[in-house]
């Protein structure tokens, strides 16, 4: 009881700290305040402001709307991912899972809110932003663009939509690459470590590195592109679980005797049912990064999107039918979502061919990359490494390979992919982002999980790990109507 | 009395209980179980991993009987889960000296 006084006391230390930060925020908040007057001015069609450049009203609300509604289903792959994640591990520990997947969007708003978002988008240097942190609050006249543009967040300024909808559509990625992380070290982790690593990654970690890529940092300056987050999102969120896998160790009865001890997902319907949301959400996470109602990329976007994502299930299954003798149905799903994650940093930038080719690599990748990790004793309940990493890198290589700049509206910015008769130009860019991004993310979470480590521990006792987490870490079970005896009388 | 504890496939319960219906056994007892035989099972796969599937479901069928009719009940339990496959399972017959009502608290005669 002591410990748990402890950390209990630690925490409220924490939520102390938060609240401190608090009282920084009215002078921020009048910075904001007194820009948007400005964008009022702008927006009303008076003939005096016709020499400023005028909003386009219709296309600021059909900009707003897209972004919107994008960004909502991509909170609904919230859903997908608790879904996949706890169908793929033991009924004892559903509610453990449910409850990180539950929580994380949580503290990945409040993180992202507090410092996430102005570390991302403020202006600052090539490294990290350093205006307009705390609490969002810098100075900002979206949907002002170009030279009409007053802020502190130029990196976004080409986007014609108004600042909270660039923060929500930035907000649920962010919640995403916090999400990858909890299915990989499912079934063993601490909820309360779990916990303070989500702030970390998605208030420090997720930022600094989206800094450089879609903030106007340095891998942005190089001519590195990741249209919608194979590097951003998917695989830093991958190297941050493989950090967290490292620390960690393997399930107990995982590996023994030399061999790899399969543990059955409990509920194959949510795994399936996971992965349908998911699909769905994709078309939200890829359509929706142009951040504009662009009619041409976005239809573009959605069928290289889906095609992907369609040529990958199949040739995940093809390759484990092979391999096992059987259609292994969460090997397909893990397929469909790795041709998802392959094909969001090139989805604008190819042609539907590619598209397909992307995909069809990226199911047997991830096949291959489960038996890998499986090999090196790196333990992950729910195939997340071989998702999310393994794909997040292909998928950011293939930009350099398959980019093509006629291909979308949205693709004009790629030089030509070495298949398409650019060389390499476009390929280093993106071999130098997977690189700095591999290594700083999973440095950094190494250092995390380590600090974690010494002030909480990381990992619940071989006794609770056998027990279930749901009983040991939340006092209840998901099932409770399955057992043959009222658990209240345990 | 007999107690007959017979463990069958659990598809063919409905087919057992049918047989024991037509002989006017008023009662049973069904529970889920898990068990092997000489076979141990079989080979599952799981993400590409094989796994040995060691106890497999069945389920138990629990009559208690007069003597008079235990072997007649046998030979429908038999008849009625029998396929010819391996794994059809199997029937124990147990001596039962009482059996109680718990309504009435009368004994069984």
């Not at chain 1, 927006?43 to 994008?70: C, G, H, Q």
């Not at chain 1, 916090?178 to 070290?185: E, L, M, Q």
């Not at chain 1, 160790?249 to 790899?260: E, N, Q, S, W």
């Not at chain 1, 194959?268 to 662009?294: E, Y």
Request: aromatic share 10%.
């Amino acid at each position: 009881m002591k410990g748990k006084a402890g950390v209990v006391g630690r925490l409220g230390l924490i939520l102390t700290l938060l609240v401190f930060s608090f009282i920084l925020r009215p002078a921020v908040v009048a910075a904001q305040d007194a820009a948007a007057p400005a964008v009022q001015a702008a927006a009303s069609p008076a003939p005096a402001a016709a020499a400023a450049p005028a909003i386009d009203n219709t296309k600021v609300a059909l900009d707003t709307i897209w972004v919107m509604i994008t960004a909502f289903m991509v909170f609904f792959m919230n859903l997908g991912f608790a879904m996949v994640e706890s169908g793929l591990c033991r009924q004892k520990n559903t509610v453990n899972i449910l409850f990180k997947n539950f929580i994380v969007f949580a503290a990945s708003s409040l993180a992202f809110l507090f410092v996430g978002w102005g570390v991302m988008f403020g202006d600052g240097n090539p490294f990290i932003g350093l205006q307009g942190i705390w609490f969002s609050a810098g100075a900002d006249n979206s949907p002002m663009t170009g030279d009409a543009y007053q802020g502190v967040y130029h990196a976004i300024a080409w986007a014609t939509v108004p600042f909270w909808a660039k923060f929500f559509f930035q907000l649920v990625f962010a919640g995403t690459a916090a999400t990858i992380v909890s299915g990989a070290v499912a079934e063993r982790i601490k909820f309360l470590s779990f916990f303070l690593f989500t702030f970390i990654l998605v208030g420090a970690v997720y930022p600094i590195i989206g800094h450089w890529i879609w903030g106007g940092g340095f891998l942005a300056t190089k001519g590195m592109f990741d249209f919608a987050g194979s590097t951003v999102v998917h695989s830093a969120g991958g190297w941050a679980a493989l950090a967290g896998i490292i620390m960690l160790g393997p399930r107990l009865g995982k590996y023994k005797d030399g061999k790899v001890h399969p543990i059955m997902g409990h509920n194959m319907t949510s795994a399936a049912l996971g992965v349908f949301v998911l699909w769905f959400g994709w078309f939200g996470f890829n359509p929706g990064s142009t951040m504009s109602a662009d009619w041409a990329s976005i239809a573009h976007i959605a069928a290289t999107t889906n095609m992907a994502a369609a040529a990958a299930s199949v040739t995940s299954l093809i390759t484990i039918w092979m391999i096992a003798g059987k259609p292994d149905l969460s090997m397909t799903l893990n397929g469909c979502l790795a041709g998802l994650v392959a094909i969001t940093a090139p989805c604008a930038f190819v042609s539907m061919s590619s598209a397909v080719l992307i995909g069809a690599i990226a199911g047997p990748l991830v096949v291959f990359a489960v038996l890998f990790f499986d090999k090196l004793k790196l333990d992950d309940p729910v195939g997340a490494l071989s998702v999310h990493l393994a794909n997040g890198v292909w998928g950011t290589l293939a930009v350099g390979l398959f980019a093509d700049p006629t291909v979308t509206p949205a693709a004009s910015v790629v030089k030509a992919g070495l298949f398409k008769g650019g060389g390499t130009a476009q390929l280093m860019p993106q071999i130098i982002g997977i690189v700095s991004v591999g290594a700083f993310v999973f440095t950094v979470s190494l250092v995390a999980w380590l600090v974690i480590k010494m002030l909480f521990g990381l990992r619940v006792s071989a006794q609770e790990e056998i027990e279930g987490l749901d009983f040991g870490e939340h006092g209840n079970a998901a099932y409770p109507d399955f057992q043959t005896v009222e658990p209240s009388e345990a | 009395m007999k107690l007959i504890k017979s463990v069958v496939r659990p598809n063919k319960v409905d087919d057992v209980r049918d047989a024991l219906e037509k002989m006017n056994i008023p009662g049973m007892t069904v529970t889920e179980v898990r068990g092997h035989g000489r076979q141990k099972g079989h080979t599952a796969v799981y993400r590409g991993k094989e796994y040995n599937v060691s106890l497999l479901p069945k389920v138990e069928i629990e009559v208690v009987v007069p003597d008079a009719v235990a072997e007649e009940a046998i030979k429908a339990i038999i008849g009625a889960a029998r396929t010819g496959e391996i794994g059809d399972g199997r029937v124990f017959v147990i001596p039962a000296e009482h059996s109680y009502n718990i309504r009435t608290g009368e004994r069984d005669v």
